[in-house]
């Protein structure tokens, strides 16, 4: 049943024909290997389970991963059911393990999580990666709780396979405007003044507070429960890829992984098991031909939340 939308919802939705139109588009398991050629620029619909077999060793430079977290969660037609952690643990353990056979010597990890799900991850990836560090980003979502604090993040495991991997530093700086500008003789310390607000570009740390999470007036959101935003994504495909590296998320949803990385230069592919969520990001792929603007991403620098738009206001 279609919803009711608001007049100026922005939500990308699918019609018949297209959602007939845009399943051509996908691969499937045929019970043979896929080369590279095959998954280049791919989703392949279907199960993770039944479709790691078939891919290629050491094809992914880049390997992005948002499972499910451990709660209850309904995913369209398919239902992720919480366990405790020894079990979910087990669960990450049963796909990720063989995962490794597609990674290069270089390639670079990020698993993504929630509060209760964290440590799973954490205890699962340093039995196969060397764990880098832990990105915790800032979720402006929900109304509270009456019983506990508000649950506002969420965390990315950043690993790597080895010492020798790929960390664009310089292409991830961030704009942030400057509240109590310094002068030092006279002139502007590491700042800069712009149509009368002062900003710095500063390097980015592992604490992200310049996030949107998509809503129903962003060109970008979906009916997908679990959504990264693309700025999310942009992100992570700009430190730790290179243009024409190929991008690879075995839970793909709507699509953003794949999306980002097409805007930015980079190859992609991803698996995803339900067919409605592998439309949705092939007909978002369609329109990052003609659009590839990133909410947030301007001038090759990050602005911090609102300051961009408040800035184009003038």
Aim: proline share 4%; with cysteine; hydrophobic share 30%.
């Amino acid at each position: 049943m279609q919803k009711k939308r608001a007049p100026l919802n922005r939500t990308l939705t699918l019609s018949k024909e297209e959602t007939n139109k845009y399943q051509k588009k996908l691969v499937h398991v045929s019970g043979k290997t896929f080369s590279n050629k095959q998954l280049t620029n791919k989703i392949i619909h279907g199960n993770v389970f039944d479709i790691l077999e078939f891919l290629p060793d050491k094809f992914v430079d880049l390997f992005f991963v948002d499972p499910p977290y451990n709660l209850d969660k309904k995913f369209n037609i398919t239902t992720f059911k919480e366990m405790d952690s020894e079990n979910y643990a087990e669960w990450l353990d049963s796909w990720l393990s063989k995962t490794i056979r597609l990674l290069k010597n270089n390639s670079s990890i990020y698993i993504c999580g929630d509060w209760k799900s964290s440590s799973a991850i954490y205890n699962v990836a340093k039995k196969y990666f060397k764990i880098k560090n832990r990105i915790t980003w800032e979720r402006e979502k929900g109304r509270g709780a009456k019983s506990n604090w508000k649950n506002c993040s969420e965390d990315i495991w950043f690993c790597t396979v080895s010492d020798n991997y790929t960390f664009n530093i310089k292409d991830v700086k961030i704009k942030r405007r400057v509240l109590a500008p310094y002068k030092e003789n006279g002139q502007p310390k590491d700042w800069v003044s712009e149509e009368k607000d002062n900003y710095r570009i500063t390097y980015p740390s592992n604490i992200w507070t310049d996030l949107t999470v998509p809503f129903w007036s962003m060109p970008e959101n979906t009916d997908h429960p679990t959504q990264k935003p693309e700025k999310l994504m942009a992100k992570i495909i700009l430190a730790s890829s290179n243009p024409g590296n190929m991008v690879f998320d075995p839970f793909i949803g709507s699509g953003t992984t794949a999306v980002v990385a097409k805007k930015l230069g980079r190859k992609y592919s991803g698996i995803e098991i339900d067919l409605d969520y592998c439309c949705i990001a092939e007909k978002r792929l369609q329109l990052a031909e003609k659009n590839k603007s990133i909410q947030g991403y301007e001038d090759d620098v990050f602005w911090e939340r609102n300051t961009l738009k408040d800035r184009k206001k003038k």
